[in-house]
T-cell receptor, first 113, second 112 residues
């Protein structure tokens, strides 16, 4: 049972345009969501997060939106840069401070110059 | 500042040989520690996690085991590797209630 789903395995955008990465979840007990960025042959790095009590969190070029009723979150990157090309993972934490995160399978973003 | 060390970076092992991957964290105490595997073209699969010395939780039955002999040391082991154990192994730690996890650089394991 895949509780966190990233249905697009890949996304290609032009430099300077907006990148929108999507994530859907099924478990209504998730209360905290995170995005990670991963380059090949490296460990994922934490990018941005959002609590379930908010619907938007912004950090520079990165904004995460949460729609609880739809059980959907998205990561917007504006403007996209070639260095943003990586695999992006969505992750979620269960309410109550679970020690575990549930990860999606990732979306590979390619930003073309 | 906190850092996480994971080694070796790459490893090629024959089928049936033992495995020991080590992960250490510096600059924090009593972290939660995690072992993940990323198989080719797939997401991050949680293998083991630990909330304290000697406390290991296993997420999937498999050919691997984990140990935490010291507060900031986490070891992934196998007595006999299988071909299916090939993959990219990642160690991670967390310390806050938000459970933001910080990852090591990973070990690329090829079992031949």
């Amino acid at each position: 049972d895949q509780q966190v789903k990233q249905n697009s395995p890949s996304l290609s955008v032009q430099e300077g345009r907006i990148s929108i990465l999507n994530c859907d979840y099924t478990n209504s007990m998730f209360d905290y969501f995170l995005w990670y960025k991963k380059y090949p042959a490296e460990g994922p790095t934490f990018l941005i997060s959002i609590s379930s009590i908010k619907d938007k969190n912004e950090d520079g070029r990165f904004t995460v939106f949460l729609n609880k009723s739809a059980k959907h979150l998205s990561l917007h990157i504006v403007p996209s840069q070639p260095g943003d090309s990586a695999v992006y993972f969505c992750a979620a934490r269960t309410q109550g401070g679970s020690e575990k995160l549930v990860f999606g399978k990732g979306t590979k973003l390619t930003v073309n110059p | 500042s906190q850092t996480i060390h994971q080694w070796p970076a790459t490893l090629v092992q024959p089928v049936g040989s033992p495995l020991s991957l080590e992960c250490t964290v510096e600059g924090t105490s009593n972290p939660n520690l995690y072992w993940y595997r990323q198989a080719a073209g797939r997401g991050l699969q949680l293998l083991f996690y630990s909330v304290g010395i000697g406390q290991i939780s296993s997420e999937v039955p498999q050919n691997l085991s984990a140990s935490r002999p010291q507060d900031r040391q986490f070891i992934l082991s196998s007595k006999k590797l299988l071909l299916s154990d090939s993959g990219f192994y990642l160690c991670a730690w967390s310390r806050d209630k938000k459970n933001i996890q910080y990852f090591g650089a990973g070990t690329r394991l090829s079992v031949l």
